[in-house]
């Protein structure tokens, strides 16, 4: 019930206060990302978070988003192959 109620008021707002709240709070977590990309922390989470927030206002924020997914699910199907790979050389 509280979820219904907090999107109702979310809703409720002026869409450009919306639009401000949802570009300040992504982008800073873009940027804070970014950051843990070099600093210790969880860098990828927070910058595919921050995207998420984006794309709920953000026509190019959720094209971006789309491809962080398509690589992504690139990438583990790689990771996997390679590691089938490498699991029957070492059974030769």
Do not use: Y
Not at 49 to 70: N, P, S
């Amino acid at each position: 019930m509280h979820s219904d109620r907090g999107l109702k008021a979310w809703n409720a707002l002026p869409h450009p206060i919306r639009w401000v709240v949802v570009a300040g709070v992504g982008s800073t977590l873009v940027v804070i990302g970014l950051a843990l990309l070099v600093l210790p922390g969880p860098g990828i989470p927070i910058l595919i978070l921050g995207l998420i927030v984006l794309a709920t206002e953000f026509a190019w924020a959720e094209l971006v988003l789309r491809k962080v997914k398509q690589h992504s699910t690139d990438a583990v199907g790689k990771a996997r192959a390679l590691a089938r790979r490498k699991s029957r050389s070492a059974d030769d």
